[in-house]
């Protein structure tokens, strides 16, 4: 699960010592998580997948089936290691490998994974370019963000020019739903409150909110009974 993921970098982090990491993620795992990001509704930069180079990880299997890695392991005389969670159907990412994806395999006559991971590489594409576009306009981390520099700009670049401004306001881990409730505020302005994000304190919340013309970014103590 995330948390367990989430360990398994660090040690590489502290491991690595300034060196790039070689991960063995295949087409597999990149179909996998397409399908869990379509699941989750986290728009395209969630379906986008992971990227074969985002250093300091690597992927250099990322265009090779699964099958393929450990029929060379076996011809090679190479003892894989198997994680065990990766039988463990509790797990939403092993029931997507073994009902779901094989399910699809049926139904479509084959070659599902390669379209998943193609479909990766074109929105990861669209995602790149559109994030250079948005990232040309400046905004000022942790400053206000003027609604007359947001309203011209088409709808796919004003949510990342937003969540840029998120992010660099101290936001962190954010999710499309949040980034559009934020865009609402732009768009659909009707006196609504603050949206809250994460990245708060342990007893504070973030929250953005519309002032006037501006967006604004500010913490509000977290109430005893919340904690």
């Known amino acids: 699960g995330p948390p367990a993921r989430a360990a398994r ?13 070689l991960l063995a993620h295949t087409l597999d795992d990149q179909a996998e998580t397409v399908l869990l990001g379509l699941g989750r509704g986290s728009g395209a930069r969630s379906i986008a997948g992971m990227r074969p180079s985002d ?12 099958a393929v890695t450990r029929l060379a392991c ?8 198997q994680d065990p969670h990766n039988t463990d159907r509790r797990f939403t990412r092993v029931r997507l490998r073994t ?8 139904v479509l006559g084959g070659g599902v994974a390669e379209a998943l991971a193609r479909t990766a590489t074109a929105l990861r594409e669209d995602t790149d370019a559109l994030d250079g576009i948005a990232a040309r306009i400046v905004t000022v981390p ?4 003027d609604i007359a520099v947001l ?3 088409p709808a796919a670049v004003r949510r990342r020019v937003i969540r840029g401004w998120l992010l660099g306001g101290g936001a962190n881990g954010l999710t499309d739903k949040q980034i559009r409730a934020v865009d609402d505020l732009v768009v659909d302005w009707h006196g609504q409150g603050g949206v809250a994000v994460p990245g708060g304190l342990a007893r504070e919340r973030l929250f953005a909110g519309r002032r006037k ?6 913490r509000e103590p977290v109430a005893e009974r919340q904690r």
């Open 213 to 218: 013309d501006v967006l604004t970014l500010y």
């Open 151 to 153: 309203t011209p700009l």
């Open 99 to 106: 009902e779901v994806l094989p399910l699809l395999e049926d």
């Open 9 to 21: 970098y660090r040690a590489l982090e502290e491991a690595r010592r300034g060196a790039p990491v």
């Open 74 to 81: 076996a011809e090679l005389g190479l003892t894989s290691w």
């Open 55 to 66: 250093p300091p990880w690597c992927r250099p299997l990322l265009g090779v089936r699964r």
């Open 142 to 145: 942790g400053a206000d963000l």
